[in-house]
């Protein structure tokens, strides 16, 4: 049976350290203050012996990813060094950009504000790199009166949109799995957005991965239990919080949800 | 001496497989052309985008008459991953009708969905069960590996399934002709499993 899965989320930022730039990895709140953690590829690669199932690596800069040398080398050692699947984005611009990725040695792309502004970009790499391999993230806030709309631009400018109007759009064009972030979530360890998940989730035949919010382990259970997720994304919970994918991994087993025990 | 020889024929994730052997301990090289062939000892072919995109630049990359050579005249080892395994299948129905290479048979057909208990694309580990033994895993065995895919590889005819994988329904995750091996799933993404599993190949 297809195990639920467990993805921690490695956020880059460029720092300038003297005249030159490095790559270090952050966690954000609410998607505005960040804090530094450290090498995302000495991260990575405790979280591949913690049994991560897989990764989610954004560049979080609003750089262009496809000819960011830096970035496109921390993908390749990421990739060298470890042996799990990489979903990476941040700053895809085009369908070609899907193809740098993975000659870099990213497995699936994940496009969010070039999606949302031209979703024509789904069709495209689609048809040329499969469903399997475009992720489509889409991030959100709620209106004062609660409903949940699309922003974009790192959640900072919003759109109007309806969130489940537009995962609906984005899988009819293509998109293999889905991403649900709640910008308002983030960093907050509040809890996951169990309820806008279900709705998405029972209503589509994709996979859908949701983030934002994890704070103990029993949240990662909720989200699978009562928002139907296939699989649970978090940043700062496996970066900051006494937790690990390990004991995580052990609570939603417990919970008797289907997860993956050994290598 | 083990030298793998890695297809390059732009439609594959050459690089993780590259890392997967080189890590093992192996000697790797990209093979562009059918020369290149020389002093290889085990074959990989990738596979990674639509079935007809993936045969038309395997067509065009003018190696397939020294491929069939080696692993249907010589019976070298040979393992293809993912589409590089349905492409081993006489059909495949990914965006219309194709022929496919026909080394072990069979058709590559569509999952089916179902609900939110079977999701299309198959994304994630699933457990592999081996009917047939295969390097270091037992007949009846079982493993997780990782997978992600839209389309299966179902009844090969020439070759065997020797591990079953079931999502909604059951499909093929490795056939078996003689030495030539094909996977559904990703081995190199596949961490200690995954390494088990080319090990096995290796020791063809």
């Known amino acids: 049976m297809l195990k639920k899965r467990l993805i921690p989320k490695l956020l880059i930022q460029h720092r300038q350290i003297g005249s030159m730039t490095r790559p270090v990895l952050v966690t954000t709140r609410q998607f505005d203050q960040s804090f530094d953690v450290g090498d995302p590829v000495s991260q990575a690669k405790i979280y591949q012996a913690q049994m991560a199932d897989e990764l989610i690596v954004l560049n979080i800069d609003r750089t262009p990813i496809g000819s960011d040398e830096l970035l496109l080398g921390i993908i390749e050692r990421l990739a060298s060094e470890t042996f799990m699947p990489l979903a990476v984005g941040g700053g895809v611009s085009s369908a070609e950009d899907f193809g740098r990725l993975l000659d870099h040695g990213a497995d699936k792309v994940v496009i969010n504000t070039v999606a949302a502004e031209n979703p024509d970009i789904i069709d495209a790499a689609a048809s040329q790199f499969g469903a399997q391999c475009v992720v489509v993230s889409i991030d959100y806030r709620r209106d004062a009166d609660g409903t949940p709309r699309v922003h974009t631009d790192r959640a900072s400018r919003r759109t109007g949109r309806s969130v489940v109007e537009w995962a609906h759009e984005a899988a009819q064009r293509g998109a293999g799995e889905i991403v649900l972030v709640d910008a308002d979530r983030d960093g907050t360890g509040n809890g996951l957005d169990c309820a806008l998940c279900a709705e998405v989730a029972y209503s589509l035949p994709i996979p859908v991965i949701l983030s ?13 239990l009562d928002g139907g997720a296939e699989a649970i994304s978090a940043g700062t919970f496996f970066a900051f919080r006494d937790q690990n994918p390990i004991q995580t991994r052990s609570h939603v087993r417990n919970s008797g949800i289907d997860i993956r025990m050994e290598t | 001496m083990t030298v793998v020889g890695i297809i390059d024929y732009r439609a594959g994730n050459i690089r993780s497989i590259r890392n997967a052997f080189e890590h093992i301990g192996c000697e790797t090289r990209l093979v562009t052309e059918a020369a290149e062939l020389d002093g290889i000892s085990h074959v990989v072919l990738p596979g990674v985008g639509a079935f007809a995109f993936c045969m038309q630049r395997l067509s065009e990359s003018g190696m397939l008459p020294a491929l069939e050579q080696w692993a249907l005249v010589e019976h070298r080892p040979l393992l293809g991953i993912c589409v590089g395994m349905q492409l081993m299948a006489r059909r495949g129905l990914e965006l219309g009708d194709h022929a496919g290479l026909n080394w072990m048979g069979g058709k590559v057909l569509p999952l089916v ?16 069960t081996f009917d047939d033994p295969f ?17 299966a590889f179902f009844d090969p005819e020439f070759g ?3 591990g079953r994988c079931t999502h909604g329904q059951d499909f093929a995750a490795v056939v078996r002709r003689g ?18 599993f080319l090990e096995g190949f290796l020791a063809l």
């Open chain 2, 113 to 128: 969905a179902n609900g939110a208990r079977v999701r299309v694309p198959h994304v994630g580990w699933n457990d592999v």
């Open chain 2, 135 to 151: 390097g270091a895993f037992t007949a009846g065995s079982k493993a997780d590996f990782y997978f992600d895919h839209s389309f």
């Open chain 2, 160 to 162: 065997e399934t020797i």
């Open chain 2, 179 to 196: 030495n030539v091996v094909a996977a559904q799933f990703h081995p190199e993404k596949s961490q200690d499993a995954g390494i088990r």
């Open chain 1, 212 to 224: 934002g919010g994890c704070g103990i382990a029993s949240h990662f259970s909720d989200g699978f």
